[in-house]
């Protein structure tokens, strides 16, 4: 059974900092990532970390994100620095298998806001 542990969300100020990470097990993953949906927005991809060690942010994020992974404890992270309004929305990990199934996280809530 496979299962996405989410935790690090929560309220903080323009400019602060939030570590989020991914607890996945359950199955071999090849890549996780994670995502972001703003109300009334698209869920879009925010970083992406392959089994090879191949990083990709959206340009939004790049050079205030930065996605790890720990394979030996088979959980992804996503630091988050300088966080500003526009960063408020549900995040959500994604782990793909081997067979190139994707599962999902169950979302976290990140509020940006003075």
């Known amino acids: 059974q496979v299962q996405l542990v989410e935790s690090g969300g929560g309220l903080v100020q323009p400019g602060g900092s939030l570590r989020l990470s991914c607890a996945a097990s359950?199955?071999?993953?090849?890549?996780m990532d994670w995502y972001r949906q703003a109300p009334g927005k698209e869920r879009e991809l925010v970083a992406g970390?392959?089994?090879?060690?191949?990083?990709n942010y959206t340009d939004s994020v790049k050079g205030r994100f930065t996605i790890s992974r720990d394979r030996a404890k088979n959980t992804v992270n996503l630091q988050m620095n300088n966080l500003k309004p526009e960063d408020t929305a549900v995040y959500y990990c994604?782990?793909?298998?081997?067979?190139?199934?994707?599962?999902w996280g169950q979302g976290t809530q990140v509020t940006v806001s003075s």
């Open positions: 994604n782990a793909r298998t081997i067979t190139g199934i994707g599962y």
């Open positions: 359950g199955s071999i993953f090849t890549a």
């Open positions: 970390i392959t089994s090879s060690g191949r990083l």
